[in-house]
């Protein structure tokens, strides 16, 4: 069950609440977060809701049966909007565009994207810093200094930077020059790392794990929740099967299961979905028909000379293109009345 | 190597070719279809292609690495057409959508399902009269009598229909009675039931096997062409993944691929795709963008009430907007630049 | 539920019984084996047993709520033995060890093969005839008369043996020539084949689908046992999973689950399993103590020149050796207490 | 490449030998661990090995195409041993035994199990103190705490222990406390976690990932070797695929194929790779039969009433008789002539 609480709500109004929930025999756990306080209960016990909803300081009480409870649409229909400052949103009824190369390279290449970005109307980047890598000894990205000059170029140019953090002791050092953080693909079950996102006050887009569960992604998203932060994007982006001719197998059935299921906006990665240059527009546009809130992609002015990902990498024609291609797609969606 | 020949190519030149062929060590097949004769030359080692390229009796000659040969994109860039009959076509440029039940059930379904596709001109139906089913106690369809019935009804209305043909000894007894056989997902492997598809001159549509790579689909229609026929379709429904959220996991990076290596159609089918009917027209609609030359989806006067699949069938009100937003995302998806 | 019927049932007391579980609302199958006849009713309303059981003509009544029922444990928990005749057995309690090339090739091959066979105390032997390739333009076997010619020398020699049906005309001309058909790997949901089995009085060897679960492989059994045939065995034999270091990924959780949901005996292939030739011993070993009926192993006098199949095949010494090891395991298990 | 060096190599020997190295176009790392110096050098450039070869202070060098090197047995055909203090080994020709709870619960449940360990002459114990957990609201374990009281016992005992560390803070405040430090299958990719652990001069078990590739097991293992730990155990421990009667697919293929990819020792824990207690004891001994050096698995007084993974975990009537199993299959084992 989730209770949320009223903001005035007194030490002893709460004390109460939560004896009377572990009364009824359930676990409890105070969630608070930048927008609300929570108490959730865990249990099986049936009980009667009526009982604790007219106790002192309660806004509302839902009962939530699935694994994950705050980040459901069951007790939230109305869905999350990330505030990214600037006029800059990621939400349900937008469609948030974010482009950048795999890995940041130098400052040239940073000014070149940012310049292409402007001029396509894209006001959020990708980008690596730090890369994780299945060998120790391939190129691991520019680290925190790269870092640091990348959002300063770009927050100077109004753009909002995404990129991946890899450990906990990157948390803080990364705080200052990072608009949303990226929970990568064989990060979605690092629970320590989500737990310390919880503690913080900037976005958190978690990608799907190599081979996690849509429910798994969602119980990832409730560790960061619980933890208190609930600016929170889920990602699609490709899901390990036994098919060999495309990277990975992008699991565009997750888009509406994700947004049925949940009030958090989703997007979807084409690149690493397909890892194939060519069909990177043709998935993009199926994700947004699927019913995506955002497409993330990579792009370079030059794909074939990228660190990493070339040979899934749009060229600066190739991405203007597409923006394009997926804000017209987006305009009819929303002429059709899908669920 | 394919070797296309002459029309008029006389047996003498036929024996030389197929001498020098098997001359160099390499195995040959030859092959006759409804719109040429074709010698398939299998083989690892380097040869002097324009030794037998100037040898009397060939139309054209090509070197074709792929395991399959004559479905591939490497010799035939012009995309197949498969003709219908009356105007009506599956092929590369057109949105073919295919509707109607999982089950034929009864002459009253039948007619209405027709009404329906008639008033959204919808010019052909899907429907099983043999139903492959798991378990040997579940209801196995009308059979041969349902298949006539359905035909009469269809054919008379003008629509074409597609249907399900599970062994060897229906391809005769279905053949006055349908318009395009299908393979299902269960028999993507049956060779027997391919070989013999490739004698007949009605157009097969071949469905990804339950668990079949893209590389095993393009291989089972070369069963299909080597045989004779070169009508073919193929189509997504869906592949056997970890994830238990969908009843399969729809994989539309395959269509792109699909569409680069080979010149058949390609279809999309997103009620077994996905399986929820809720999600089937975003499913649909991101088919279509990904490339897809049709559509086939299940719909129902009342998918509550039907024989099989029900949770992921359509309505009729559905279905009629579903028609419609697929031939206004095609015609966009036209409108773009997209390989 | 599953009625066993007395020997002796009248044609009017099986009316009455057929009558009486038709007005509970369930749907009824007879099924007559060679062994015995029975009524599996299959609904979903609850009755009381006691009133159908007290009726005359019932040897034995249960319920079962499987999907599978026949091939159950619930209702048979004596293992069924598969009685090869001249003292050749398939059951539980003993070990089958089936060994022979992958393709029969040649009379001097399938000499040398009974050859080692008998040397090596090995009483079964596998082959392929009718070969499923995903290739239209590989090797298919050698069909009829080379079964015909196998089958003389084998039976003179003792030797029973194990090959694949394809499709369903082959079943009535191999008859003659066949001790066990094997349902290939891709044939495993071809229901129309199983059917066909079921009418047949020899036994059958089920291999687990490319990716078919322990579900399906029961309910593919299940076709079988229903169409009149109780000799019935299971083989696992390696699913389709992402991993590409090995052919297949044998799961040898398989056995212990089919051993306890089936009476019917259970097989392991490790060379399709590993698909490795160096680790075919190991896994074969590991299958035994996992708790197999038997090993089916692939042997050929030089793997190497193999038609098929010639990396993952042992030769003479090898295999020798692991008959010897597999004996020895098999006597040790037997002294373990497992279930 | 692979470049041991001497163990008295002077300061200009090495730096003439890095330049020779960079010099042919490869990237170097230099690799310090408690046996021994390395150069490893990443490049694709052929060159004469004998040029460098001949250069003062090289100890061997070695070719490695493999993605991983340190790790692989193309260098180091000697089986790597990890010696635990006191005699106690995890060895190629050597069974190690590790049993214990999932959970370590209290100093009580801590007692009973050592007790029970020691009767059965097993010396190494299993159990977590920092439990990875899919919903934030499960039990997550007794912490730094629950270790030290655990350690302090099972040292006492002469009883060496291995248990999972999450995050790169814990290694250091678990170090004096664990023998063993294990990497959790959501962990395998962690790559900073796995940096840390090179560190240390302690063994270190990773478990093969949740969907994990053999190759991505071995990369893992060579972060961790190059970052300077030799001391390596690798665990199979099942993966995810599309079954659903298992709770993992305990792919055992992955056994014989590890130990010849790789000098490392290669573990089995049949309790995750099945998930059915009731199977656990065949799984373990076919996990010795394909070739494991040694068997990790789940045992509690009371499964029923572990705090977590009961229906897996043996109780000590049965962990005793698998124990006594395991070494008499392992003593089979080693008379047969397996590779």
Known sequence: MIIQLQEDISDKQRESLLAEVINIGYKTTEVKTQLGDYIIGIGKKEFDIRKIGKKEGIKDIHIVSDEYKLVSKKWKAKPTSIDLGNGVFIKDGDMAIIAGPCSIESEDQIRKVIKHLKENDIKMMRGGVFKP????????????????LWYDLASEAG??????????????????????????????????????????????????????????LLQSAEYVFSGG???????????????????????????????????????????????IRAYV???????????????????HEIPE???????????????????????KTFAMRKTFDLV
Chains 1, 2, 3, 4 share one sequence.
């Open 133 to 148: 890598r299945s060998s120790p000894y391939a190129f691991r990205g520019l680290g925190i200094d790269g870092l640091k």
């Open 159 to 216: 753009i909002k930077i995404v990129t991946e953090v890899m450990q906990v002791s990157q948390i803080e050092e990364m705080y200052p020059y990072t608009d949303i953080y990226q929970v990568g693909a064989r990060n979605t079950q690092n629970f320590n790392l989500l737990d310390e996102l919880g503690k913080v006050d900037k976005a958190v887009m978690i990608k799907r794990g190599i081979s996690g569960t849509i429910e798994e």
């Open 229 to 275: 932060n609930e600016k929170l994007i889920l990602c699609e982006r490709g899901i390990r099967t036994y098919e060999r001719a495309s990277r990975n197998t992008l699991d565009l059935n997750a888009v509406p299961i994700l947004k049925a299921k949940s009030h958090l906006p989703v997007i979807v990665d084409p690149s690493h979905g397909i890892g």
């Open 281 to 299: 527009p043709q998935m993009a546009l199926a994700g947004v028909m699927a019913g995506a809130d955002g497409i993330i992609y990579e792009t």
């Open 305 to 327: 000379k990228a660190y990493s990902d070339g040979q899934q990498t749009l060229d600066f024609t190739q991405s203007a293109l597409l923006a394009d291609w997926i804000r």
